[in-house]
Structures are given as structure tokens and as C-alpha cells.
């Protein structure tokens, strides 16, 4: 993959990501988090 083709690609995901984010109403941007309480962002793993 090229460096163009992989910020072509970058491009689409950011693009389409806003594009989700943009459909959220506020109830559902002030629903809690999947993630545990109190976990850390250091407590995650990849």
C-alpha cells in the first residue's frame, strides 16, 4: 500500500467515523461508558 492510498484510506475512516458520530443524539453521547468503572486508560490492553 502506497503512502497515498493509506491516507486516501484515513481519510474514509475519519470521514465516515464523523459521519457516525454526527447521528448520536445527546442521550446516547451521555450514556455511560462500556468500559469499567475506574479503569484507567494504562489499564487497557491492546
Same mark, same amino acid.
Given at each position: &500500500?502506497? %503512502? !497515498? *492510498?493509506? @491516507? %486516501? &484510506?484515513? #481519510? $474514509? =475512516? $475519519?470521514? =465516515? @467515523?464523523? =459521519?457516525?458520530? %454526527?447521528? @448520536?443524539? !445527546? *442521550?446516547?453521547? *451521555?450514556? !455511560? +461508558? @462500556?468500559? =469499567?468503572?475506574?479503569? +484507567?486508560? #494504562?489499564?487497557w $490492553? #491492546?
Open positions: &500500500m502506497t %503512502a !497515498p *492510498d493509506r @491516507l %486516501a &484510506m484515513a #481519510t $474514509r =475512516e $475519519r470521514t =465516515e @467515523l464523523a =459521519e457516525l458520530l %454526527a447521528t @448520536l443524539t !445527546p *442521550d446516547e453521547w *451521555d450514556a !455511560p +461508558s @462500556l468500559c =469499567e468503572a475506574g479503569a +484507567s486508560v #494504562t489499564s $490492553r #491492546t
